[in-house]
């Protein structure tokens, strides 16, 4: 179809160019996104900057905030006492985030009140700092696990407790937990439980070897938490130190609370007659208060129990006896199956 004459051709791309068309297009276009993109940039950083102040004006007192200890740790809230009362709180988003591994039970902890209850009438409070570690017992949640599981911080010593049956003792995992306390800063105590079970043959043998742990100069104690046998003796050692107990599942560690603290209001389980082996009651690590001075952290039981922070290298200073002749096999056979559990991913 042929174009009327008096109708203009369209000017193409090159002669709109040529005239400087596009150049005016570009120019408005450009200004206009510009002056958008200049208003979206200072209104950012007007909001940048508001933030920054609201955070200064946060944290400036954060010195002056109280402390205190973390009793337990819930999924999502935190028990936190200071001068006898116990807050409910949650851990600050950015202070969450800044932190390589979770608040624990014994964690010395800053907080900012809320001025809320809850239902129970409970304070509630948002931790804003954890301060420090003393000292910090850690696991592996597996032999080759690779992250660390913080268990509980700024304990004096760690009781291990086996039983003499029901579970039958492995001294292997009390082996990994003499590490772990002495790898952490803690003093290890290591505990013969129910003594009451178990034949003669059975409680000479695990004598013998509490005597070997004894003459490494760990203090080791052998008890009965339902008859009382050495139970006094045995709080005496946990008065004026805190306390974490560890051990297999079943060995008896709530009943031996318990026992030392009567009164407590603590869940004790029963050994399954299926396997003979003991079921979780303890399931999370949780802070008692002693009479006369003193805590005790009880620790969900375990079946298994890897190191961290422990590597091929300095694993033979935790085993200074092996250096003998006369070293007793179980306690070779002990750290050859730890060497073999390290492995050269562990080595940290």
Known sequence: MKRRRNESKPKDL????????????????QERFTSRSRQAREGKIRRTALLREAEE???????????????????????????????????????ARLRDSGIVVGDRVRFRETGVKDE????????????????????????KAMDQQPIVANA???????????????????????????????????????????????????????????????????????????????????????????????????????????????RVGQISRYTGKGRHTTTSARRYNLDGGGRVI???GV???GLWGVSADNLDSFFPDLADDDAPEWRRQSRLRILESLGPMRAR
């Open 57 to 95: 004006q946060t944290f400036a007192d954060i010195e002056a905030l109280p402390v205190g200890e973390v009793v337990q740790v819930h999924s999502v809230f935190i028990e936190v006492e200071c001068e006898g009362t116990v807050r409910l709180c949650v851990v600050r988003k950015t202070l």
């Open 156 to 266: 004096d010593q760690m009781l291990i407790v086996v039983a003499l049956a029901e579970p039958k003792p492995k001294w292997g995992l009390v082996d990994r937990m003499v590490v772990a306390a002495l790898a952490g800063g803690l003093r290890p105590i290591i505990c013969l439980n129910k003594t009451d079970l178990g034949d003669d043959q059975a409680r000479v043998q695990a004598l013998v070897i509490l005597d070997h742990y004894r003459n490494l100069d760990y203090r080791t104690i052998a008890t009965c938490a339902v008859s009382g046998e050495h139970v006094p003796a045995l709080r005496g050692w946990l008065l004026g130190a805190t306390t974490v107990l560890a051990g297999h599942s079943g060995v008896g560690k709530s009943t031996l609370i318990a026992a030392i603290q009567p009164g407590l209001d603590i």
């Open 298 to 300: 009880d620790t969900p």
């Open 303 to 305: 079946k298994l129990f």
């Open 120 to 143: 129970t009438g409970r304070p509630q409070a948002v931790i804003e700092q954890v301060l420090p570690r003393r000292t910090i017992l850690t696991r592996a949640d597996s032999f």
């Open 14 to 29: 090159t002669q709109r160019l040529l005239s400087g068309e596009l150049e005016h297009e570009q120019v408005d276009s």
